[in-house]
């Protein structure tokens, strides 16, 4: 069984990136499972001061739950053409130990723009020493609320397209 953290760049409560992610968990292959961390709001602000035994609770969780994870797949929005602020502080968490190291990572989007994001995310992740997949998933769920995301979420089709997605990454985790 492979073990999946999956982070929403998003806090918002009606967020189609948190929504992107349960709809994977829920339509991942059977060996693998899609934990959606929960945590990002309640991170401190990343200070270098604070590391080590000083790490904060939930800092020192995340650090553990992605130490333990087989892979890690994230979906965010694009704020100001950057990564969402709440999103580089969890990633900063885990700059300096082995956590990133070598982990293999997934990029998902729930939007059809975002693309300066996407392009600093992977630069960002890649400089943490993630093993950035190269493959990745696209629904576009920009501007659309409920019940249209959810309705979007259960199509067959793109079912299909979240179970093959989480299917190719365990793949990949699997030749690492
Ligand atoms: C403050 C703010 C700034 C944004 N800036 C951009 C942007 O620069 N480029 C872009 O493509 N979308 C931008 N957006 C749109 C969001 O990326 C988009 O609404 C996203 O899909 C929201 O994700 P969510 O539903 O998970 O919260 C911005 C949204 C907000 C609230």
């Not at 009606?14 to 992107?20: E, F, I, M, R, Y």
């Not at 604070?50 to 890690?72: F, K, N, Q, Y």
């Not at 990564?83 to 982990?103: H, T």
């Not at 693309?115 to 998933?137: K, P």
Request: overall charge negative; proline content about 6%; hydrophobic content about 45%.
């Amino acid at each position: 069984m492979l073990n999946i953290i999956a982070i929403s760049g998003s806090l918002r409560a009606a967020s189609t990136n948190s929504a992107l992610l349960a709809a994977l968990a829920a339509n991942a292959p059977a060996d693998c499972r899609v934990q959606l961390y929960d945590g990002l709001g309640r991170l401190p602000i990343f200070n270098p001061n604070d590391e080590s035994e000083r790490t904060p609770p939930e800092a020192a969780r995340l650090i553990e739950m992605i130490t333990r994870a087989d892979g890690v797949i994230i979906s965010c929005p694009e704020y100001a053409h950057g990564v969402p602020g709440g999103l580089k502080n969890a990633l900063d968490w885990l700059v300096s130990g082995e956590a990133a190291i070598d982990k293999p990572a997934m990029l998902v989007h729930a939007s059809p723009r975002s693309l300066y994001a996407r392009a600093a995310l992977a630069e960002i992740m890649r400089t943490m020493s993630f093993a950035l997949y190269d493959g990745g998933l696209e629904i576009a769920l920009l501007g659309k609320k409920s019940p249209e995301v959810e309705n979007i979420l259960t199509e067959p089709a793109n079912r299909l397209v979240m179970h093959d997605a989480v299917a190719a990454f365990a793949e990949f985790i699997g030749t690492r």
